[in-house]
């Protein structure tokens, strides 16, 4: 059974940054496509950034040039580092796995889910 565990959310002002962690157990995922979501109240959960087994990375439109996704394979860990942090970014973050190594922008494509973290931006 994979688990999935977020980490590093909190509160900063607009500009700040912030890095997550979604440390993973159960099973090694380095051959697994890795995905950030968030979902804000009262909306739908959304992608925001994936890299597959390759290392090759994804983002959405709104957070390129802001957030680096990233994985320490050998630490099982993913990272998801965002700087200049806006209110709109405030939202819950999963992290979350596929069983395969290509990235998909879907929720329903991925297979694993941690328990999300509370990022807040002030402006």
């Known amino acids: 059974q994979v688990r999935l565990v977020e980490s590093g959310g909190g509160l900063v002002q607009a500009g700040g940054s912030l890095r997550l962690s979604c440390a993973a157990s159960?099973?090694?995922?380095?051959?697994?496509?890795m995905g950030w979501f968030r979902q804000a109240p009262g909306k739908e959960r959304e992608f925001v950034a994936a890299?597959?087994?390759?290392?090759?990375?994804y983002y959405r439109d709104s957070v390129k040039g802001r957030f680096t996704v990233s994985r320490d394979n050998a630490q099982n860990t993913v990272y998801l580092l965002m700087n200049s942090l806006k209110p709109e970014d405030t939202a819950v973050y999963y992290c979350a796995a596929r069983n395969t190594g290509s990235v998909f922008t879907t929720p329903l494509n991925y297979d694993y889910w941690g328990q999300g973290t509370q990022v807040t931006v002030s402006s």
């Open positions: 890299i597959n087994s390759g290392y090759s990375t």
């Open positions: 159960g099973r090694t995922l380095s051959s697994n496509a």
